[in-house]
């Protein structure tokens, strides 16, 4: 089975701009989260979606959004940007959600000018 | 914070030494889990350990879980260089409750 897949990779962007971050998880899985890391605060939850549904959501600012297709595949995206939110960008995808392990794509990497 | 914290934060190593670290949590688990990650790039699973059970090992690593400490440790016996890398644990208490994962240990392995 093919992984987890996140585009773009690499992303550099300027204040006040928007971005929209891509994943595709792997086939059959249902359950996508994502995480952003910094230096700063590690692994911080964004959000998780589960069937098309936003099942979890971590403490960020309305700016940050997101969506699950019909086909599991998810978005995220960030409006307004502001040089904090210069970081990774990691998705993973499971099953049915936390209770199983996580499959991580490589993130994206986006920088905030 | 609900998150884990690993312990210690970063660890230097000879290749052939046992390397050993920490995960301790303050509110009741339903699993553990433990990842490693390279420089930058995405989280590698390593084990999963649910709220039952002592040990699980994995090739050359070892975790406990300790409920009542509300703690785990993971091992890896025999490091080798290309286990440098950042180990996290990610703890999950059950329910509609997300993966919850610890600022992680740095694990050089000096060759």
């Known amino acids: 089975k093919a992984g987890v897949t996140q585009t773009p990779r690499y992303l550099i962007k300027t204040r006040g701009q928007q971005v929209t971050l891509s994943c595709s998880p792997i086939?059959?899985?249902?359950?996508v989260s994502w995480y952003q890391q910094t230096p700063g605060q590690g692994l911080q939850f964004l959000f998780e979606?589960?069937?098309?549904?936003?099942?979890n959501k971590g403490n960020f600012p309305g700016r940050f959004s997101g969506r699950q297709f019909s086909n599991s595949r998810s978005e995220m995206n960030v409006s307004t940007l502001e040089l904090g939110d210069s970081a990774l960008y990691l998705c993973?995808?499971?099953?049915?959600?936390?209770?199983?392990?996580?499959?991580f794509g490589p993130g994206t990497r986006l920088l905030v000018l | 914070s609900q998150q884990g914290e690993e312990d210690p934060q970063a660890l230097s190593i000879q290749e052939g030494e046992n390397a050993t670290m920490n995960c301790s949590y303050k509110?009741?688990?339903?699993?553990l889990q433990w990842y490693r990650q390279n420089s930058g790039r995405g989280l590698v699973h390593l084990i999963l350990?649910?709220?039952?059970?002592r040990e699980k090992h994995s090739g050359r690593l070892r975790v406990t879980l300790d409920t009542s400490k509300k703690s785990s440790s993971l091992l890896i016996t025999a490091s080798r260089a290309a286990d440098t890398a950042s180990y996290f644990c990610?703890?999950?208490?059950?329910?509609?409750?997300?993966?919850?994962f610890g600022k992680g240990t740095r694990l050089s392995v000096i060759a």
């Open positions: 086939s059959g899985h249902r359950s």
């Open positions: 993973a995808s499971s099953l049915s959600g936390a209770e199983e392990t996580q499959y």
């Open positions: 979606y589960f069937s098309e549904t936003q099942r």
């Open positions: 990610a703890t999950w208490w059950g329910g509609n409750t997300p993966l919850v």
């Open positions: 509110t009741s688990i339903n699993n």
């Open positions: 350990i649910r709220s039952n059970e």
